[in-house]
């Protein structure tokens, strides 16, 4: 069984800073993706940026030189350091592993950047 654990999140003021990591326990193979992914109300649930096991990410558009992702292989655990925040990032924000043909999800940590 796979449980994804998320914590940080929170309410910051536009142009602040908020760091969110995600811990993933159970039988994981070593090889795999994680990430984070956000849902904003009455949006659909978009890519933020995603790691690989060899250290290889990616970004959405609209995060980039903004928000940096990181992970520790050995604690799997992944990072999302977030900088420069804007309103606009205001969204649940989502932890995600990918494992062969394996998704599985955190619970959820809110973050709000107000104006």
């Known amino acids: 069984q796979v449980q994804l654990v998320e914590s940080g999140g929170g309410l910051v003021q536009a142009g602040g800073s908020l760091s969110l990591s995600c811990a993933a326990s159970?039988?994981?193979?070593?090889?795999?993706?994680m990430g984070w992914y956000r849902q904003a109300p009455g949006k659909q649930r978009e890519l933020v940026a995603k790691?690989?096991?060899?250290?290889?990410?990616n970004y959405a558009d609209s995060v980039k030189g903004r928000f940096t992702i990181s992970r520790d292989n050995a604690k799997n655990t992944v990072y999302l350091q977030m900088n420069s925040l804007k309103p606009e990032d205001t969204a649940v924000y989502y932890c995600?592993?990918?494992?062969?043909?394996?998704?599985?999800w955190g619970q959820g940590t809110q973050v709000t950047v107000s104006s």
């Open positions: 995600n592993l990918l494992v062969v043909l394996n998704t599985y």
């Open positions: 159970g039988s994981i193979f070593s090889i795999n993706t």
């Open positions: 790691i690989t096991s060899g250290g290889s990410t």
